[in-house]
């Protein structure tokens, strides 16, 4: 193949296409297993539902909650609880539609940012990567990640407080209720997604402003 005729958007136009093809065969595979009952998929299928709270132990409690663990260090060791997780070997329905609501909509977002793409490739390849749609389809993408990726994690860290309080004992330490629930999906800050759009914005309007000019160049020649 000589350089004249090789495609100038490889190989990024077949890494999105591979990408997407394992996406899709994935999905099919994953749905697959849970209805044959051999495996786990976005929250279905499996006999476990886990979840990792946040933890929010302070003073006494916080003592209380480590005293198993003292015994095994020296006096003058400090012991810092990271993480936690807890599990249900008997899940409810409503344990196991939380579990897959904390997976579900980041996998979508991705899977629909990367749908795009293809389309976005598909534009430049047949209209040129210059063409004026090529920057239309920038900012959907933009647009896409900027809105879709607030969404998908707020909705995310929504259902993860929610899951933890369907394990919680009311009015614990634990126990979240609606009102932090709400509030940990509004605080969610995606900052990757959030900084992915903003530039995918900002070279679609420098690509449109580009494209406008070249037409307006070839106007005047």
Not at 128 to 153: D, E, K, M, N, Q
Not at 155 to 182: C, E, K, R, W, Y
Not at 185 to 208: E, F, Y
Request: with cysteine; glycine share 10%; net charge neutral.
């Amino acid at each position: 193949m000589s350089r004249a005729s090789r495609n100038p958007l490889q190989p990024f136009s077949f890494a999105v296409r591979f990408v997407l093809v394992l996406l899709v065969t994935s999905t099919v595979v994953g749905v697959l297993l849970v209805v044959s009952k051999e495996g786990y998929f976005m929250g279905a299928g499996g006999s476990l539902v886990c979840t990792t709270p946040e933890l929010r132990f302070a003073g006494t409690e916080y003592d209380k909650g480590l005293t198993a663990y003292r015994e095994l260090v020296r006096p003058d060791t400090m012991i810092l609880m990271k993480s936690m997780q807890m599990c249900d070997d008997t899940p409810s329905m409503t344990q196991r539609a939380l579990d897959s609501m904390t997976q579900a909509p980041g996998f979508l977002l991705y899977f629909t940012v990367f749908f795009l793409f293809f389309r976005l490739l598909r534009t430049a390849e047949t209209d040129g990567p210059f063409s004026p749609l090529v920057a239309v389809r920038l900012r959907i993408i933009g647009w896409t990640l900027i809105v879709g990726g607030y969404l998908a994690h707020a909705v995310q860290d929504g259902m993860s407080a929610a899951l933890v309080d369907t394990f919680a004992v009311p009015g614990d330490l634990m126990h979240n209720g609606i009102g932090l629930i709400l509030l940990e999906g509004a605080l969610t800050l995606p900052l990757p997604d959030l900084l992915t759009g903003l530039g995918l914005l900002t070279i679609a309007r420098i690509m449109q402003v580009g494209a406008r000019m070249r037409d307006d160049l070839a106007g005047v020649v």
